[in-house]
């Protein structure tokens, strides 16, 4: 993927091989490239049913009558549910506000939703049996923008809400409102010399994984039901399911299957409600499955936006001000919306220094499909504004845009909108200085002496469009700030549960985690942890379930933070415990037990001079240590409501990126040649892995720019299929060279910082940069479509 720099290994200690900073082969990666990995979707239960679910063909419509008679005929078929059958007690479901229902009941809100679930032999015959349900639909007007879910006679489609967010609203389809204000912007906007203004749109981007929505639940015979299944959150999918199943949460046990990707669209739930009150009526295993028209339904997007900036300069390029109005469409359902909608406000003004700002996001119920989490959620939207924003102003001033950013970027102790100082390194300008500097990709590759073009390295590719002719290059550049760990308050916490013994003669170390493993590599990282604190060579990852405590949502890129900061801990617990067994045993033999800095390396226990003092076999005589602890960051707090201040964030991670592209401005195709990246990473703690997602990052922001949009018309998705919905490719994705720097975060394990994100804020951006470079089209919205740039 480029030329790329990878750290340097920096394992403590002696080095225990395979220790934090080596990049250390991924457990799992063999059995995926090779095919034998298990998904969720490979269940397989020897008498298991198969689940289907029958879904809303329209965008918002009342129910007048649900009719299972035909589908209960259908041979094969065990089970038809519908709203009817919930059981007694709670219907509805949600991350935070409870409004999302089981089954749908007099009326659905958007299109796809569940209505009905069938249980059968053979899941054709379930798919059959749904289609004979007949629900009598009366269509309702549909709520699908601003101006109809503000409307002075807009539909209300959550009249009876209750939650902490409905008395901070002035129109009951805002699910969340934030404002941040700071500072005076009437005078700092006198300052100005030179005021440019945009208005900018993102579209509803998917999460596109390619493992669809799937588990397996098993009724007990306690009366509960073990769920296998694929999610972010395992804890988090139980609060959610037992309630509705009128179990107590220790009747509902769940463990996590193998997960083909998530990036969010996992953290709410889909199939595991339903799978379990199939399974607990039926009194089978039921298994479900989504193809991938039903996953675009079943699973939340990103929410798309439209945003309005103003921002001031002086005649030398220093930032006066900045106002805002951010508007993300949360869909039908909550979700995650109102933690968006905090993102995307306190990261409105970029990574620059900003003393004068007013900023309000709010987050919009409508009849749309509902959107919440996904990989940069709230600040890539406001990333793609304030970036195209920077170039304007640069534009204006008629300066570098590189050099405009780095004089206005913010750095260690710079005081945020949100009055919140930032308290680590802050390399923004330093990011920029690198990727800037790197070496340019040659122009017109696909010439070669002699030769025919090359049309695979040309806009169009082997669909033969040109030979060069029409072609223009630009370059572009951007660079993002996104918050780690979760925000405003939220007692964000890991569990991680270490045991160490002797088994033949090797010391060994279990590792215990309910962390969900989605593809980020957290469990190569955990047993890195292990081997750096206990100096063992053999680390095993239990599998994740709900017997050991939470370790929250694999999002937000926080696990190698929060879970590894858990098992860190957990594990130097265990090494201190060992420590004082060898103190009672064998202090009175050698001074250095008592005197000298004691570690565990290679299986024994040394002076930090190298000396041997015992063996762990010595020490443990066939004891086991086992110790389960929980493990928090610093505490954040909410943003005040009217004017959004407040110590919203533990820690920020920035990235900067160069964007190099090629532009048939004829037919209006863009060929991505180049998408460098810089990025701060604190420590990194596997190099490789590191790299992997700043490249995965980077691509998935690459996309939004240029291909990906689910198209919704009046509440209706158009292209629920990999057919209609393009994702890159290899063919699509460009060398991606990235260059790491490593600032450690004194406040965080090891100096790390949360990498996963960054990298997909400012690759949109700097893509759309570069296309604007080669066709002078100002391009306000995202993903640039061939009619943007052809006129057509």
């Known amino acids: 993927m480029g030329a790329t720099r990878i750290p340097t290994a920096l394992t403590q200690g002696s080095g225990t091989k395979g220790g934090i900073g080596e990049s250390t082969l991924r457990p799992d990666g063999t059995l995926k490239v090779t095919g034998e990995f298990a998904y969720s979707s490979d269940l397989w239960h020897e008498d298991m049913l198969w689940g289907h679910t029958l879904r809303s063909p329209h965008a918002h419509a009342e129910i007048r009558s649900v009719d299972i008679t035909e589908a209960l005929r259908q041979p094969g078929v065990y089970a038809v549910l519908t709203y009817d059958d919930l059981p007694t007690g709670t219907k509805h479901y949600g991350l935070e506000i409870q409004d999302t229902p089981v089954l749908a009941h007099g ?33 309702l007007p549909v709520v699908h923008d601003e101006a109809t879910a503000l409307a002075e006679d ?63 639940a098993v009724p007990a015979e306690d009366g509960g039901v073990d769920l296998y299944v694929a999610t972010q959150w395992l804890h988090s999918d139980r609060r959610q399911i037992a309630p509705v199943l009128g179990l107590p949460e220790d009747k509902v046990r769940m463990t996590l299957s193998g997960v083909g990707g998530a990036f969010g669209g996992r953290e709410d739930l889909s199939m595991q409600i339903h799978a379990c009150l199939l399974a607990l009526r039926t009194g089978k295993p039921v298994k479900m499955v989504y193809d991938r028209f039903e996953s675009f339904f079943g699973h939340v997007h990103r929410h798309p936006a439209t945003l309005r900036y103003e921002h001031g300069a002086t005649r030398d390029g220093r930032l006066t001000h900045m106002t805002c109005r951010i508007v993300l469409d949360g869909g039908a359902y909550a979700s995650a919306t109102p933690a968006v909608v905090g993102n995307a406000s306190s990261l409105a003004a970029g990574p620059y220094v900003l003393d004068d700002v007013e900023i309000e996001a709010v987050g919009l119920y409508t009849n749309n499909p509902p959107c919440g989490a996904m990989r940069g959620f709230g600040a890539v939207q406001a990333c793609f504004a304030y970036e195209a924003q920077m170039d304007k102003l640069a534009a204006e001033l008629d300066m570098d845009a590189v050099e405009f950013r780095r004089l206005n970027a913010m750095s260690q102790g710079t005081v945020l909108p949100t009055g919140q100082a930032v308290d680590s390194p802050a390399p923004v300008a330093e990011l920029l200085r690198r990727v800037k500097a790197m070496p340019l990709p040659p122009e017109k590759q696909w010439e070669s002496a002699g030769e025919t073009a090359d049309v695979r390295a040309l ?18 550049y951007a660079v993002g700030i996104k918050n780690v760990g979760f925000s405003e308050g939220f007692d964000d916490y890991s569990t991680a549960r270490v045991r160490l013994e002797v088994v033949g003669g090797e010391p060994v ?48 890129s926080r696990q190698t933070y929060v879970t590894g900061g858990a098992v860190k801990n957990s594990c130097e617990a265990v090494r201190e415990k060992v420590l004082e067994a060898g103190r009672r045993k064998f202090g009175t033999y ?3 037990w008592a005197t000298a800095e004691l570690l565990l390396e290679g299986g024994k226990v040394v002076t930090d001079g190298g000396e041997v003092l015992a ?14 602890l929980e493990w928090r960051h610093r505490p954040t707090e909410a943003f005040d409501l009217r004017t959004g201040q407040g110590q919203g964030h533990v820690q920020y991670s920035f990235a ?19 998408l460098a990246c810089a990025q701060d990473v604190g420590k990194a703690l596997n190099p490789l892995s590191v790299i992997g997602q700043i490249q995965g990052g980077t691509t998935q922001g690459l996309g939004l720019a240029v291909m990906e949009e689910i198209v919704v018309t009046h509440g209706k998705v158009r292209n629920p299929s990999f057919t209609d919905y ?40 700097a893509v759309v940069a570069a296309i604007r470079a080669a066709t002078g089209l100002p391009l306000k919205r995202v993903p640039v479509r061939p009619e943007h740039l052809t006129g057509s």
């Open 459 to 476: 806009p169009g590719g082997l669909s033969n469009t040109t030979h060069g002719e029409g072609v223009v290059r630009g370059v572009g």
């Open 726 to 765: 393009l994702i890159p490719t290899i063919l699509d994705t460009p060398t991606i060279p990235v260059d790491v720097l490593e600032l450690a975060d004194e406040h965080a394990p090891y100096g790390l910082r949360g990498a996963g994100e960054a990298p997909t804020l400012s690759s949109t951006p």
């Open 590 to 592: 050698h001074p250095a």
């Open 656 to 674: 900067a990126h160069r964007a190099v592209v090629e532009v048939d401005t004829e037919l209006g195709l863009v060929k991505v040649i180049e």
């Open 615 to 628: 063996s762990l076999a010595d020490v443990l005589e066939g004891e086991a240590v086992d110790i389960e």
């Open 154 to 216: 807009a539909p209300l489609l959550h009249p009876d809400r209750d939650d902490d967010h409905a008395a901070h609203v002035t129109h009951p389809n805002i699910v969340h409102r934030q404002p941040i204000l700071r500072g005076d912007v009437a005078s700092a906007r006198a300052r100005a010399d030179v005021i440019v203004t945009g208005e900018y749109e993102v579209g509803m981007q998917d999460q596109a994984f390619l493992g669809p929505e799937s588990g397996l």
């Open 509 to 556: 170390a279990v590792v215990y985690t309910a962390m969900a493993e989605v593809g980020q590599g957290g469990v190569t990282v955990h047993a890195q942890i292990a081997r750096t604190e206990l100096g063992v060579t053999q680390v095993t990852i239990h599998p994740a379930d709900t017997r050991v405590g939470s370790a929250g949502s694999t999002s937000a």
């Open 107 to 139: 009326r659905v809100r958007h299109h796809g939703e569940p209505v009905a679930l069938v249980a059968a032999d053979h899941p054709e015959t379930a798919r059959r049996a749904a289609a004979k349900i007949v629900v009598d639909y009366a269509e």
